[in-house]
C-alpha cells in the first residue's frame, strides 16, 4: 500500500500563487505516475497534471496554460504542483494520485483509473 498525504491549500486571492506538495510512504517503488486531480462544487473531478518517475515530459490538462508546474523529488518521495496566477474557477479540492502502471502514451495518466492510490485531497479556495 501507498499513503498519500496533501499539503499546501488554503485560500488565496486571484492572481495569487499555491504550492501544493504531496508526500508517499509505504511501497513508494509503487508510485511510478503520480498525479494531481481537483473536483470543484458539483462538478466531477478532472484531471489536472501528471509526472512518472523520471520527471521527463509532464502532462498537463488543457486548461493549466502555463500556470501550473508540477514536480517530484524521488529522494524525499514527494510531488509538488506549483500554481500561479490563480483563477476563480481553479477552486476546488485537490487529489494527490500515484500509480505503478505504465503507458506508451503520457494521454492514459488522464484517466483517474490509471492510479492506485489517492490522497485525501486539500481545498484551493481563490477569491475573486
Known amino acids: 500500500q501507498v499513503q498519500l498525504v496533501e499539503s499546501g491549500g488554503g485560500l488565496v486571492q486571484a492572481g495569487g500563487s499555491l504550492r501544493l506538495s504531496c508526500a508517499a510512504s509505504?511501497?513508494?517503488?509503487?508510485?511510478?505516475?503520480m498525479g494531481w486531480f481537483r473536483q470543484a462544487p458539483g462538478k466531477e473531478r478532472e484531471f489536472v497534471a501528471a509526472i512518472t518517475w523520471s520527471g521527463g515530459n509532464p502532462y498537463y490538462a488543457g486548461f493549466v496554460k502555463g500556470r501550473f508546474t508540477i514536480s517530484r523529488d524521488n529522494a524525499k518521495n514527494t510531488e509538488y504542483l506549483q500554481m500561479n496566477s490563480l483563477k476563480h474557477e481553479d477552486t476546488a479540492v485537490y487529489y494527490c494520485?500515484?500509480?505503478?502502471?505504465?503507458?506508451?502514451?503520457?494521454?492514459?495518466?488522464?484517466?483517474?483509473?490509471?492510479?492506485?492510490?489517492w490522497g485525501q485531497g486539500t481545498q484551493v479556495t481563490v477569491s475573486s
Open positions: 494520485t500515484a500509480g505503478g502502471r505504465r503507458y506508451s502514451s503520457s494521454q492514459a495518466y488522464r484517466f483517474d483509473y490509471s492510479y492506485d492510490y
Open positions: 509505504g511501497r513508494t517503488f509503487s508510485t511510478y505516475a
